[in-house]
């Protein structure tokens, strides 16, 4: 039995996506008897978001759909700040122009969760650009900063942390949490929202803006952190062996992004379900029963949904037909990820590291050199063990490409261009 009345709240709850709660019986209440505006910020550090924003953006589309209206805030402003929270050294600053062309960028992705338009509960995508990089300095100065207490802040564990270290904070990054904490006043003002979100991590700053806002007279606000999440061999979510889980189908093609999540480990797959997917939850609890040989079909179903969200159902569907050709039927699929080589190059003939290296399966020769030496190339499914051998237009198929492989899993065409 959940220990929340309101749609909203118990779905979080029932899901795992519940950390913390400034005030549990009020926000409950709160959601129970009106429509409520929350909102997470995302600062527009590249091109796109990456598989460890999807709780984030997962909390904004359950929030639409028990009624709610959700808040997409793009930090346009802040992002040239850069959040320190927990970072060992300051972001590399970046010039406005890469911040709004990332920002166009990300935006492309959230129309698949959430909808937006002009309704009641219809989504927002706001920039905190628009009040933040038009600031009077002296008149935040005396009107924002005054409310901010430095002993208080140095307090906070993301600054603490950085200073045990004895590493270097700026002033520019200092004052990341107060314009934190003023876009939630800002936006308590202009849109009436009433709650932010937002990872564990975030726990300091937001309830900086709850401080803020009491004390420059908004409506009582409140917040809410998801915990942050590492699989259960400790990884970092949003990240694997060969870089970032971009969302952005640009950066990672749908079939790439199907096979990160269908090898998600054993123990996770419950949780992922919970998070990631939409399916009911007695569906998940059907699914998460499940052992043996079945764990197998049922990490198929958790990339599916996952990649049915963000890409489309028949790009999803497309990935896993994909994986069973390559994996189960042994074939070679045309969707499989692939990446072009010059002809003269094949002409005359590329090392095989340098070729493991240029299909992205490997960050340097090293890298691609124990790749090798531990038996884990294979050139058209032929396993490889010379580390020296020159890949050349003689392995080139019939269906006029060379089959790349590293692991059982990971799988490039290379095309001659």
């Given at each position: 039995?959940?220990?929340?009345?309101?749609?909203?709240?118990?779905?979080?709850?029932?899901?795992?996506?519940?950390?913390?709660?400034?005030?549990?019986?009020?926000?409950?209440?709160?959601?129970?008897?009106?429509?409520?505006?929350?909102?997470?910020?995302?600062?527009?550090?590249?091109?796109?978001?990456?598989?460890?924003?999807?709780?984030?953006?997962?909390?904004?589309?359950?929030?639409?759909?028990?009624?709610?209206?959700?808040?997409?805030?793009?930090?346009?402003?802040?992002?040239?700040?850069?959040?320190?929270?927990?970072?060992?050294?300051?972001?590399?600053?970046?010039?406005?122009?890469?911040?709004?062309?990332?920002?166009?960028?990300?935006?492309?992705?959230?129309?698949?969760?959430?909808?937006?338009?002009?309704?009641?509960?219809?989504?927002?995508?706001?920039?905190?650009?628009?009040?933040?990089?038009?600031?009077?300095?002296?008149?935040?100065?005396?009107?924002?900063?005054?409310?901010?207490?430095?002993?208080?802040?140095?307090?906070?564990?993301?600054?603490?942390?950085?200073?045990?270290?004895?590493?270097?904070?700026?002033?520019?990054?200092?004052?990341?949490?107060?314009?934190?904490?003023?876009?939630?006043?800002?936006?308590?003002?202009?849109?009436?929202?009433?709650?932010?979100?937002?990872?564990?991590?975030?726990?300091?700053?937001?309830?900086?803006?709850?401080?803020?806002?009491?004390?420059?007279?908004?409506?009582?606000?409140?917040?809410?952190?998801?915990?942050?999440?590492?699989?259960?061999?400790?990884?970092?979510?949003?990240?694997?062996?060969?870089g970032a889980i971009w969302l952005n189908p640009d950066m990672l093609?749908?079939?790439?992004?199907?096979?990160?999540?269908?090898?998600?480990?054993?123990?996770?797959?419950?949780?992922?379900?919970?998070?990631?997917?939409?399916?009911?939850?007695?569906?998940?609890?059907?699914?998460?029963?499940?052992?043996?040989?079945?764990?197998?079909?049922?990490?198929?179903?958790?990339?599916?949904?996952i990649t049915a969200i963000l890409h489309g159902r028949p790009a999803?569907?497309?990935?896993?037909?994909?994986?069973?050709?390559?994996?189960?039927?042994?074939?070679?699929?045309?969707?499989?990820?692939?990446?072009?080589?010059?002809?003269?190059?094949?002409?005359?003939?590329?090392?095989?590291?340098?070729?493991?290296?240029?299909?992205?399966?490997?960050?340097?020769?090293?890298?691609?050199?124990?790749?090798?030496?531990?038996?884990?190339?294979?050139?058209?499914d032929q396993a490889v063990s010379d580390e020296r051998m020159t890949?050349?237009?003689?392995?080139?198929?019939?269906?006029?490409?060379?089959?790349?492989?590293?692991?059982?899993?990971?799988?490039?065409?290379?095309?001659?261009?």
């Amino acid at each position: 039995m959940s220990r929340f009345k309101s749609d909203f709240l118990r779905t979080l709850d029932e899901r795992g996506f519940i950390h913390q709660v400034s005030d549990e019986t009020g926000l409950d209440e709160l959601f129970s008897r009106e429509i409520v505006t929350g909102y997470i910020g995302f600062d527009p550090t590249a091109p796109s978001l990456h598989a460890g924003s999807l709780i984030q953006i997962m909390m904004l589309h359950w929030m639409q759909q028990t009624g709610h209206r959700p808040i997409s805030l793009m930090g346009g402003g802040t992002g040239m700040v850069g959040d320190p929270s927990f970072k060992d050294e300051a972001r590399q600053l970046m010039t406005v122009d890469t911040i709004e062309g990332n920002i166009a960028s990300i935006k492309r992705v959230f129309a698949n969760y959430l909808a937006y338009g002009e309704g009641p509960k219809d989504a927002l995508m706001i920039n905190n650009a628009d009040w933040l990089r038009s600031l009077n300095y002296l008149e935040f100065l005396r009107d924002v900063g005054r409310h901010f207490s430095v002993n208080r802040m140095l307090s906070f564990e993301s600054v603490k942390t950085r200073l045990d270290r004895e590493q270097s904070l700026s002033f520019l990054e200092f004052n990341y949490m107060i314009l934190q904490a003023y876009d939630f006043v800002e936006l308590a003002k202009r849109t009436g929202c009433r709650l932010q979100m937002g990872g564990s991590d975030q726990w300091g700053n937001i309830v900086n803006g709850i401080d803020l806002g009491h004390r420059m007279g908004t409506q009582q606000l409140f917040a809410l952190t998801s915990p942050l999440l590492t699989t259960s061999s400790g990884a970092k979510m949003g990240k694997s062996a060969t870089g970032a889980i971009w969302l952005n189908p640009d950066m990672l093609s749908a079939y790439d992004f199907w096979q990160y999540w269908r090898n998600t480990e054993d123990a996770d797959v419950p949780r992922f379900l919970k998070l990631y997917t939409t399916l009911p939850m007695d569906e998940i609890a059907r699914l998460s029963a499940l052992g043996g040989s079945e764990i197998n079909e049922v990490k198929k179903i958790l990339a599916t949904e996952i990649t049915a969200i963000l890409h489309g159902r028949p790009a999803a569907e497309e990935a896993a037909e994909t994986a069973r050709k390559t994996f189960e039927e042994g074939g070679l699929s045309e969707n499989l990820p692939s990446v072009e080589v010059p002809t003269a190059d094949l002409e005359a003939g590329i090392g095989l590291l340098s070729l493991i290296v240029r299909a992205g399966l490997a960050g340097s020769n090293g890298e691609a050199r124990r790749h090798v030496q531990g038996g884990a190339v294979r050139i058209n499914d032929q396993a490889v063990s010379d580390e020296r051998m020159t890949i050349g237009t003689g392995e080139i198929t019939g269906d006029g490409v060379i089959k790349l492989s590293l692991g059982k899993k990971k799988h490039i065409l290379v095309r001659p261009a």
